[in-house]
């Protein structure tokens, strides 16, 4: 496989709504909170009381420390906490986490579409919110995981794929691995993009996978009373993730997932 780029279309991508054959391995919803006093850990496992008819497995998320002393060469030690409780539906496709930082919502294939998920995710937090009363949100995130299987006898990944990592001439043998991180800043609407793409086994025969990883965030302080503008906001980093996996995928790539 070779990753030249010979003659990409210069259109504008395309838009679609839906894709019959989604590559959306993993959605995930995240909103990052302060609190005026840490929250207990009983308090964050009433969360699950909301909902444990939904999700009746409950887990516990441990958060590792380790020091190394430097006056003291060979010397080290760790510690491990619980920072909060993993909360999962029956077949665990479903996954929402309450930490004394911050609330999760993952979504695993198969995906839905962005108003059932979303849905699902406002519903959740609004049990975290009203059992924890966050003083302020500091983060919010939406995180989309794609993998984008491809026949392994693929010629050149930009048949699929517009952003890829550029090899120079006289050293472009092949590839067999490789693993990109792209932080791009988004300044019209104050937020950042982390893309990530990486060459990965894929679970069908005669088949290669690209990941396509696209975050993106808002790091800013707002009160959580103000729901309505919290999700308005989301709907805007959902469709900046739109707009970034168009731009990412060629049309051959749209045609393998329609």
């Given at each position: ?55 009746p497995q409950r ?38 986490q309450a930490r ?125 009373a103000t729901d ?31």
């Amino acid at each position: 496989m070779t990753t030249s780029s010979e003659s990409r279309s210069n259109l504008e991508p395309s838009t679609h709504s839906h894709y019959r054959h989604a590559p959306i391995t993993e959605a995930v919803l995240d909103i990052q909170t302060s609190f005026i006093r840490p929250v207990p850990l009983e308090l964050l496992a009433q969360v699950q009381g909301k909902v444990e008819t939904q999700y009746p497995q409950r887990d516990t998320i441990v958060q590792g420390a380790f020091a190394l002393a430097l006056d003291s060469p060979g010397s080290a030690s760790g510690s491990t906490s619980v920072v909060g409780y993993r909360f999962s539906n029956r077949d665990a496709t479903q996954v929402f986490q309450a930490r004394g930082n911050g609330y999760t919502f993952n979504r695993l294939a198969p995906y839905k579409d962005w108003d059932d998920f979303q849905s699902e995710a406002r519903r959740l937090w609004n049990h975290y919110k009203e059992v924890t009363q966050p003083s302020a949100i500091v983060r919010t995130a939406v995180r989309y995981i794609n993998r984008l299987d491809l026949p392994e006898t693929v010629h050149d990944f930009a048949e699929y794929l517009h952003t890829l990592p550029e090899i120079a001439h006289p050293i472009d043998t092949g590839l067999s691995a490789f693993l990109m991180r792209l932080e791009l800043p988004q300044k019209d609407i104050g937020a950042t993009v982390i893309l990530t793409e990486a060459l990965v086994p894929s679970p069908i025969p005669q088949h290669v996978a690209v990941l396509l990883d696209i975050d993106v965030y808002r790091e800013a302080q707002t009160d959580p009373a103000t729901d309505t503008d919290l999700w308005e906001f989301f709907e805007v980093l959902r469709e900046r993730k739109n707009r970034i996996f168009e731009a990412c995928i060629t049309d051959r790539m749209r045609e393998a997932i329609s």
